[in-house]
């Protein structure tokens, strides 16, 4: 093989040592190939889709550092609307309040149905001071307004009328949640509107005989019965009756 004539052996690269401008022609080429090569990792990530080091992208779509509060990239509109609605929320916690049911007796009353009103201190009342506390509500119940009342007694009739008194009966009330009451109260009065009788009974059933049952003189009485219980005071019913001795 015959040699290369002296004098051109290396001389294929020279051309790369002529300058163009202030730098020669190689580094010109040198610099073009490594901006070409950049650009190519570039297309080549963002064809991937991946991202840069330390960075994600959240549901929304956005990409970059994810806040682990929110799970949205930070400063992104879903993340600002998150930690916004995360402050809502804790406020309305921490605000919140329970309500309370009051508890006792009324001590004024109502007057419904037939017969005289009532103009003696007794008329009306709730049940006596000291009395029973109200049933509670059975288990599972729903909440009810915590100023109820137990209704009237519905039904309050009377029957077996003799010389000296009177039976009277009546149908059970039940308070707004089922609430029973522990007793109702029975008060009877003479036409002139004197208390003539007062007691309670579990029953919805009783005699009415006057004070420690000593029995009623001739004339006409109303009686009025109410449930005991209840955070407010209750109406009562009530029965007129004419003893005829």
């Not at 002296?6 to 073009?32: M, Y």
């Not at 009051?102 to 149905?113: E, F, L, Q």
């Not at 009065?189 to 006057?210: H, I, L, M, N, R």
């Amino acid at each position: 093989m015959a040699e290369a004539p002296a004098g051109t052996k290396g001389k294929g690269l020279e051309f790369l040592k002529q300058k163009v401008g202030p730098l020669p022609l190689g580094v010109w080429l040198l610099g073009a190939l490594g901006t070409w090569y950049y650009f190519q990792r570039q297309q080549g990530a963002a064809s991937t889709g991946t991202a840069p080091a330390g960075t994600a992208t959240d549901p929304a779509g956005n990409t970059g550092i994810i806040d682990p509060l929110t799970g949205y990239v930070y400063d992104s509109p879903q993340d600002i609307a998150a930690l916004q609605q995360q402050a809502a929320d804790q406020a309305a916690l921490s605000g919140a309040t329970s309500g309370s049911a009051g508890g006792g007796t009324g001590d004024t009353g109502t007057t419904s149905g037939g017969g005289a009103t009532d103009t003696s201190g007794g008329s009306g009342s709730g049940a006596p001071a000291g009395g029973p506390a109200p049933a509670p509500a059975p288990v599972g119940a729903p909440p009810v307004n915590p100023k109820w009342s137990y209704p009237a007694p519905k039904g309050l009739a009377a029957y077996d009328i003799a010389a000296k008194g009177y039976r009277i009966r009546w149908t059970a009330v039940r308070g707004p949640g089922g609430q029973v009451p522990a007793s109702y109260t029975v008060a009877t009065y003479a036409s002139s509107g004197k208390q003539v009788d007062q007691f309670t009974t579990p029953s919805t059933d009783t005699a009415e005989y006057g004070q420690g049952g000593g029995g009623l003189a001739k004339g006409a009485y109303h009686t009025n019965v109410w449930a005991n219980g209840g955070p407010q005071a209750p109406p009562h019913a009530t029965v007129s009756v004419t003893v005829k001795g």
